[in-house]
């Protein structure tokens, strides 16, 4: 029996050529549904891929607890009620560093762009303006660029300043090898003190909500640069402009804001409008084709590995484990309650059979326990209907 996947809101080809080639079938709808018409489709379905317009509530969710696996085609997994679908045993993929790559090519174009004034020249040059002019124009070469939270895209930042003569130094919270020449910096005032760009990548958190207010950018050098496509909760806007209209911060380039229109119907309003030399984008430091391709390619090889080896790893709200291909024998995966006693019981199910156990993993969180099992000499579908009528078992399929 093929295994059937419903892919929703144009998830990049490339996942269904992926699902397909391992004979798994596939139907594409182009838009998000609605909850009403997920409830008449899902049944036929094992698999659901989505993306950031589908929302899988509770409700949802626990009316169809015959989902294997759900693939978030996407960064974030706000629209999917995850502690729900953690209950009914379906793992959630998504792709959180498939634009990483993305994000950090911006950065370094935002860079050339505020040094060299590209924003303010360009729209004056689309109203019959001229403005040739060499001052306050300069290189990045030969620059300090100050990189705050050194992650997966801080880090890629690093690497590609370097290449363009840039001096990287860098500030997180958590001790990091400096790749390149890169220095680390004890505190973020050292590194404002010392940076001619500051590129902002630290995650939304109560300690980054503001971490770039005021006394932040008045300790940056007079004439440096601010760049923020991490969150917009991380710079206090109001204090950016002031600074801005004040000559220090000699301009800005910003991508993410605190409140963001939800669609492309929707106005865009912020107090940077208008402000010079300050370039303003929607949101689209990961979007890009090379981007959507990455999470196509990523998501559905994670959908691929959960089906057919009962592989965990990157699920966002499941117990991880890393399991080889299976070689041989028969392969049962069991979700069950998290409570004491379960492995017993499950072994205890083996002897009576007299299944030989090749190899068990076994991960547990909070509320529920993931066991992989792979035996031999024995019928599978007897154990597995004994495994399944256990009163622990919330989900038990055979691979
Ligand atoms: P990551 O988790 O790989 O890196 C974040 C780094 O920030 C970590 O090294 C962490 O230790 C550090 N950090 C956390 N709190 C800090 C603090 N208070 N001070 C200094 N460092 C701190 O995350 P990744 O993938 O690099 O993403 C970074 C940001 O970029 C996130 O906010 C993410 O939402 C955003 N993003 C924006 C996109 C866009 O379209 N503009 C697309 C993708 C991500």
Avoid at 222 to 247: C, E, H, Q, Y
């Amino acid at each position: 029996m093929p295994i059937n996947v419903l892919l929703l809101e144009n998830v990049h080809p490339v996942a269904t050529e992926a699902l397909e080639a391992e004979g798994f079938k596939i139907h594409n709808e182009k838009a998000a549904l609605t909850e009403e018409q997920l409830d008449k489709l899902l049944p036929k379905y094992q698999v659901l891929g989505i993306r950031s317009k589908t929302h899988l509530s509770k409700g949802l969710l626990s009316r169809h607890p015959h989902l294997q696996a759900i693939g978030a085609f996407c960064i974030g997994t706000n629209q999917i009620h995850l502690a729900e679908a953690n209950k009914q045993g379906i793992p959630v993929f998504n792709a959180p560093y498939s634009n990483t790559r993305s994000v950090a090519e911006l950065v370094i174009a935002e860079m050339i762009a505020l040094s060299r004034q590209l924003g303010d020249v360009n729209s004056a040059a689309h109203k019959g303006e001229w403005l040739k002019s060499a001052k306050g124009s300069k290189e990045v070469r030969g620059k300090t660029l100050g990189i705050v939270g050194y992650g997966h895209i801080g880090s890629q930042v690093s690497v590609l300043a370097e290449s363009l003569g840039l001096r990287v130094v860098f500030y997180d919270v958590i001790k990091k090898l400096p790749l390149g020449n890169a220095r680390p910096m004890d505190t973020l005032s050292a590194l404002l003190k010392e940076s001619d760009f500051v590129t902002l990548h630290v995650p939304e958190t109560p300690k980054t909500k503001n971490m770039i207010g005021a006394s932040q950018l008045k300790a940056m050098r007079k004439g440096a640069f601010l760049i923020n496509a991490s969150r917009g909760t991380v710079v206090d806007i109001a204090a950016l402009v002031a600074s801005l209209k004040a000559g220090h911060v000699a301009g800005t380039a910003v991508d993410v804001f605190p409140d963001e229109p939800q669609s492309n119907d929707d106005k865009f309003e912020s107090e940077l409008q208008g402000v010079k030399n300050v370039i303003l984008t929607p949101h689209i430091g990961g979007s890009t084709e090379e981007a959507q391709e990455a999470i196509g390619r990523e998501v559905s090889t994670s959908l691929i590995l959960t089906m057919k080896t009962g592989m965990t790893l990157g699920a966002v709200n499941f117990p991880q484990v890393a399991v080889p291909v299976k070689e041989g024998g028969s392969r049962i995966i069991n979700v069950h309650k998290n409570v004491p006693g379960v492995l017993s019981e499950v072994n205890g199910i083996m002897a009576k059979h007299k299944a030989n156990i090749k190899a068990q993993y076994l991960s547990t969180d909070a509320h529920i326990g993931y066991l992989v099992m792979d035996i031999e000499n024995a019928k599978p579908e007897k154990v597995l209907a004994q495994v399944e009528a256990l009163p622990t078992s919330i989900k038990t399929r055979l691979v």
